[in-house]
């Protein structure tokens, strides 16, 4: 062997070595499902590419030591301003799935928003969430993990939807958030190649069990889904509801006129409506619409501590990331997850010392500039 050693895989140093570690692992179809989007894909990719039209325009001489990451998302306080989106099927990744997921983010002292086509039950992910020891947030010892938020598909059927908001109550979830850009399925060319339009044998979308006959219902997208939905839900649930997959600033002020909780800017990753802008290219003007009467959070292509920066500069109080913890999940189950969020949280730490920001709050909008092309 001329005295050569194949060495050992190295740690990943960033994200794109943890996707290129799920690619060797990951059924080629499956893949396609986490990564495709809609259509020719336009808005997929420019959900990233957004972030390269913007550049940091640091303040020296602030001395801001190691940053304070932490952030406060109706009244509970997480050890930085990430939470992991939610994205179906996580046992397509890896067996473990949801409550992999669930531990991995809960012990990062962050959100998981648990998704409403999860292949575990709610029930089951909030008991795996409730085993991790999160990191110390205060100066008493090490806080209970964060409680999960939940994601909502509202369905025409009024009485199955309020099973299922009662089911995420009783399994302690914090907020109810109600995905709004779905009046029917995106269009996802990669699945229809494949074929792919249903999960493999054994495997089931288990927050969809109907409570009375046991059996799996269907997600139905309902096109007539409008304002009155919501109305409906603030009456039938305490639960703060944010708004997932705002985009246009007439929205943003019907949100705050129907008396929701925030918002949340997403494209669902460019796997909806081709051709929409990339989340981070409308949320200014939803912040300017929403003048700060509720939060407004970002998800879509958030990949470095320069991304979660430059949307906290643009206003957001916190961002989203979804497919980035499907690829940890995929290349080391919960290690992996725990991989993706703690990369993003060294890499943040690091910019915002770099940039002069000792909190998220001091990620002002001067901290960034347009990037001049050349």
């Not at 997208?221 to 009155?228: F, G, K, T």
């Not at 916190?318 to 993003?344: F, K, S």
Request: hydrophobic share 45%; charged share 25%.
């Amino acid at each position: 062997m001329n005295g050569y050693r194949l060495a050992a895989p190295a740690a990943p140093v960033n994200l794109a070595d943890l996707r290129a570690a799920a690619l060797r692992r990951l059924d080629p179809v499956h893949d396609d499902f986490f990564a495709g989007g809609a259509g020719d894909e336009r808005t997929l990719r420019d959900n990233e590419a957004a972030f390269d039209s913007y550049r940091v325009l640091p303040r020296v001489l602030r001395g801001v030591g190691t940053p304070d990451l932490r952030t406060t998302l109706f009244g509970e306080t997480v050890s930085m301003p990430v939470l992991v989106s939610p994205t179906a099927f996580h046992r397509l990744a890896h067996p473990d799935g949801e409550a992999a997921c669930a531990r991995a983010t809960a012990a990062a002292g962050t959100i998981m928003v648990v998704s409403m086509a999860a292949t575990t039950p709610v029930e089951e992910i909030a008991a795996a969430a409730a085993t991790a020891t999160p990191p110390p947030l205060t100066t008493g010892g090490p806080d209970r993990p964060p409680k999960l938020w939940f994601q909502l598909y509202p369905q025409p059927d009024l009485a199955f939807t309020e099973s299922v908001i009662r089911r995420a109550e009783a399994a302690g979830c914090a907020a109810l958030v109600v995905t709004v850009d779905s009046p029917v399925f995106g269009r996802r060319e990669r699945d229809l190649r494949h074929g792919f339009l249903d999960l493999p044998d054994g495997l089931r979308c288990e927050n969809m069990r109907d409570p009375d006959t046991g059996e799996i219902r269907p997600i139905t997208m309902d096109a007539h889904l409008d304002w009155r939905r919501i109305e409906w839900l603030r009456r039938t649930t305490r639960l703060p509801v944010v708004l997932k997959g705002i985009l246009h600033p007439a929205d943003a002020v019907l949100a705050v006129e129907h008396g929701v909780d925030a918002v949340l800017v997403s494209n669902h990753g460019g796997r909806q409506l081709d051709g929409v802008p990339a989340s981070l290219d409308a949320l200014p003007a939803v912040v300017e619409a929403v003048a700060g009467r509720l939060p407004v959070l970002l998800d879509g292509g958030v990949r470095r501590g320069t991304d979660i920066l430059t949307a906290l500069a643009l206003g957001a109080v916190a961002v989203g990331v979804g497919r980035p913890v499907l690829w940890g999940l995929a290349a080391d189950g919960e290690a992996g997850v725990r991989q993706v969020l703690e990369l993003l949280r060294a890499d943040l730490e690091r910019t915002m010392t770099l940039a002069g920001a000792a909190r998220p709050a001091e990620a002002t909008p001067d901290l960034i500039r347009p990037a001049v092309r050349r």
